[in-house]
């Protein structure tokens, strides 16, 4: 008589099977998450280069010229992606700035960066797991230069959009900066760059040394003059006006962190 014998795999040979498995992913996903948080971090780098480039491009377009003096001025994302009007200069009211005009076209960056976030009173834009923000720079006051944040709610400028950036200061001061929206998890540097295209970065964990502001989100984001350092301003312009502060300078940044140049 013959008998059929059912063939397959015994609990042992499973179990051999399992911890192969969980052996192979504990070398691989660390190794994803390195990889992915690396990605991100050259890609907030180049888009940080693209945004210095559309600056420049639209300063010498003179495309926005907010009084009327031959000037081009620095932009927002809003400005810059199409997505929101230009500043102008009101002839005949007295009026420095308006936003009655038409939108920059053909757009200098693509249209998805004109989708911001707003969080009081604030944009932002979220790309490949940073999230990044631009400042212009407000008028000197008793040697201070604060800067005035993006508002895609209110309008571009301060709260209600009662705030614009100034005329003069914005022709030759802007700066952005770019932080993970997760940190350790889709990023960990958080970066800046400005007018003259100066690239910094700093370490931001959130139990690291040298990181005294942790910046994490839309909820705790880096101030206008994180990067610059008053305290070696050494009489000239503070705030946005103000140096660097990078260690090659021997200056410390406002917000304590140490902040360095990214290499080529």
Known sequence: MNTKRNSGFTLIELMIVVAIIAIIASIAIPKLMSARIS???NA??????SIASAQAQIQ???????????GGEYAYFGE???TAPLRIYVQGTGAAVDQASGVLDPAILPTAFGNTTVT????????????????LPDVTTSGDIAGVPEDGAAGIGGSAGS???DSNNCEVLWCCYAWPAQPESTGNRAFFINQEGDLLQTLNNETGTNVVTFYDGTTSFPAATAANSDAGANGGNTGMGAPLGITAQGLTANDGNLWTVVGN
């Open 39 to 41: 990605a991100n971090e």
């Open 44 to 49: 907030a780098i180049a888009t940080l280069r």
């Open 60 to 70: 010498s377009a003179c495309a926005i010229d907010t009084d009327a003096d031959g």
């Open 80 to 82: 810059l992606a199409g």
């Open 120 to 135: 009081s009173g604030q944009c932002f834009v979220e790309r490949a797991g940073y999230v990044f923000t631009i400042y």
């Open 163 to 165: 705030t614009f950036p």
